[in-house]
């Protein structure tokens, strides 16, 4: 069964740094898509970046450029999230996603068909 795992969610104070990780069960192709979500409450959840297996092209949303980096380690499978300069309005419950089998990155919740259960990520002000 595919799955995926995220880990290293927590709370920082404004301008910290955090590290997600993203491990990924069960794939038979090496090929795929993996992104970052986020939800805060009351909004919509939303894209924050992605990376493609193959060439390890990076795409961000405006608002973390120059912040996070996502980077991938695909001997472990496992994609990361690293958040830089943290702010309170990054706060939110992180969610790693993926989809196989293809070499572009989407960043609608729809080009996505694996989800993790989500990571926490606090930032106090």
């Known amino acids: 069964q595919v799955q995926v795992v995220e880990s290293g969610g927590g709370s920082v104070q404004a301008g910290g740094s955090l590290r997600l990780s993203c491990a990924a069960w069960?794939?038979?192709?090496?090929?795929?898509?993996t992104g970052w979500f986020r939800q805060a409450p009351g909004k919509e959840r939303e894209w924050v970046s992605s990376i493609v297996s193959t060439d390890g092209s990076t795409f961000y949303t405006d608002s973390v450029k120059g912040r996070f980096t996502i980077s991938q380690d695909n001997a472990k499978n496992t994609v990361y999230l690293e958040m830089n300069s943290l702010k309170p309005e990054d706060s939110a419950i992180y969610y790693c996603?993926?989809?196989?089998?293809?070499?572009?990155?989407?960043?609608?919740?729809?080009?996505?068909?694996?989800w993790g259960q989500g990571t926490q990520v606090t930032v106090s002000s």
């Open positions: 069960g794939y038979m192709y090496s090929r795929r898509c």
């Open positions: 996603a993926a989809r196989a089998g293809i070499t572009w990155c989407g960043r609608g919740r729809d080009d996505y068909n694996v």
